[in-house]
Nanobody, 120 residues
Framework: QVQLVESGGGLVQAGGSLRLSCAAS????????MGWFRQVSGKEREFVAV??????DYADSVKGRFTVSRDNAKSTVYLQMSSLKPEDTALYYC???????????????WGQGTQVTVSS
């Protein structure tokens, strides 16, 4: 069983930056694909980014602004978010799974989420 805990969310002005962290415990972190998703209340969960090994993939809406990285020694995955826009406002979740995928259903473990709010 893998436990995931996100942190780093908060309130930021448009154009600003935030770095989210997701600390994992209880599993072999390096073997997992680690994804980031976000969800606005009343809307479907949306893929943001994923990293598996050194391979990354991004949603078109964040490409060039967000960077996903991982530190296997610390069992932590990061999401560096820059040039933030009000439409980036959401609850951000990290997830762990065996497959690198944009589909949430492919992930086995989820964190509780961290709120990101971007003001205009």
């Amino acid at each position: 069983q893998v436990q995931l805990v996100e942190s780093g969310g908060g309130l930021v002005q448009a154009g600003g930056s935030l770095r989210l962290s997701c600390a994992a415990s209880g599993g072999t972190f390096g073997r997992y694909a680690m994804g980031w998703f976000r969800q606005v209340s009343g809307k479907e969960r949306e893929f943001v980014a994923v990293i598996s090994g050194v391979t990354t993939d991004y949603a078109d809406s964040v490409k060039g602004r967000f960077t996903v990285s991982r530190d296997n020694a610390k069992s932590t995955v990061y999401l560096q978010m820059s040039s933030l826009k009000p439409e980036d406002t959401a609850l951000y979740y990290c997830a762990a799974g065996w497959l690198m995928s944009r589909r949430g259903a492919s992930y086995n473990y989820w964190g509780q989420g961290t709120q990101v709010t971007v003001s205009s």
